[in-house]
């Protein structure tokens, strides 16, 4: 069983940055990918990136690619979502989640485990 917790959301205006965290226990963290996921008021959730847990390579929906970063730290068992340039639309509920690199890592039915998410509010 693993357990996700995130942090680090919170209000932040336009044009500025957040860094989330995920810190994880149980399971073999290094092994597993590692989604971010977000949703906002009244819409659907959606995949922001992933990183996956063999080679560390990364992957970005197209509204978040060249602003938000996404990395891990195995020792730590965290993984990091770093966000810049917030635009008001950036503006969800973020939550990590993960999964045993089955692939398919842009859709959040193949993730086995999720933190409860943290507020992200971008003001205009």
């Known amino acids: 069983q693993v357990q996700l917790v995130e942090s680090g959301g919170g209000l932040v205006q336009a044009g500025g940055s957040l860094r989330l965290s995920c810190a994880a226990s149980g399971g073999t963290f290094s092994s597993y990918t590692m989604g971010w996921f977000r949703q906002a008021p009244g819409k659907e959730r959606v995949f922001v990136g992933a990183?996956?847990?063999?080679?560390?390579?990364?992957y970005y929906a197209d509204s978040v690619k060249g602003r938000f970063t996404i990395s891990r730290d195995n020792a730590k068992r965290t993984v990091y979502l770093q966000m810049n340039s917030l635009k008001p639309e950036d503006t969800a509920v973020y939550s990590c989640?993960?999964?045993?690199?089955?692939?398919?890592?842009?859709?959040?039915?193949?993730?086995?485990?999720w933190g409860q998410g943290t507020q992200v509010t971008v003001s205009s």
């Open positions: 989640a993960a999964q045993g690199d089955r692939g398919w890592y842009y859709i959040a039915r193949f993730y086995d485990y």
């Open positions: 990183i996956s847990g063999s080679d560390s390579r990364t």
